[in-house]
């Protein structure tokens, strides 16, 4: 995945992915093998990536003065001329203290972007710099996807298996008032409380719904 003039083709690009992750964990189910909390473990780092990643260069794209779903073109107050020069802006944005310390760069290169989850940072970023599309990722917002919040917590124990990232787990199932599991894989396929979904085929809807409706 990489920044588009198209932020339609993003939206493909990211539903295209999440919908392979669909295809690992639709058929999985209680009891778990070992090959299932493989495949688990793989989805949920994947679908964290695609979070990751698909913000980052949403949030650039968009800066870059991509076109909007519909077609029309992004305008803002910055007209970056790179993916570069746009994650400069971003880091501006978002850390402007360590941008100082790195005296003002016009360029930041990839491996040292600013990287977050939480949508709410590319709100700030296009409040910011007045973009246009605001709008769409407002509505987007109002979905309160809860992917963005839980899933990072299950990928960072998938990612660094440790009493404390278990610990994290456990906490986030006492909020979700789910009692009684035996490991974070099974939690995964348990139904949220209220709505029966399983949780990580609600996180994949929520990608899919946000990414649509962003664009």
């Not at 990489?2 to 189910?29: A, C, F, H, N």
């Not at 009891?31 to 964290?48: K, N, T, V």
């Not at 003065?65 to 570069?84: D, F, L, N």
């Not at 995964?188 to 649509?212: M, T």
Request: aromatic share 8%.
């Amino acid at each position: 995945m990489q920044s588009v003039s198209d932020l339609g083709k993003l939206r493909d690009s990211t539903i295209s992915r999440v919908r392979r992750i669909e295809q690992i964990v639709s058929p999985i189910t209680t009891p778990l093998g070992s090959e299932d909390r493989r495949a688990l473990a793989f989805a949920i780092i994947e679908l964290d990536n695609l979070v990751v990643v698909g913000l980052k260069h949403y949030t650039k794209s968009s800066l870059l003065r991509s076109r909007t779903a519909a077609g029309a073109r992004i305008t803002a107050t910055v007209t970056p001329g790179s993916t570069e020069e746009a994650a400069a802006l971003i880091y501006r944005s978002l850390n402007p203290a360590g941008y100082a310390k790195k005296h003002n760069p016009v360029v930041i290169d990839e491996r040292d972007e600013i990287t977050f989850r939480d949508p709410k940072k590319a709100e700030k970023v296009f409040i910011d710099y007045s973009a246009s599309n605001l709008p769409n990722l407002v509505v987007a917002l109002s979905l309160n996807a809860l992917v963005f919040d839980e899933a990072k917590v299950f990928r960072h124990f998938f990612a660094h298996r440790a009493k404390n990232t278990f610990d994290a787990v456990k906490v986030l199932a006492s909020n979700l008032g789910v009692a009684g599991f035996d490991i974070p894989e099974t939690l995964l396929l348990r139904g949220r409380p209220g709505s029966g979904v399983r949780l990580v085929d609600g996180w994949l809807a929520d990608v899919e719904n946000f990414f649509d409706l962003a664009t």
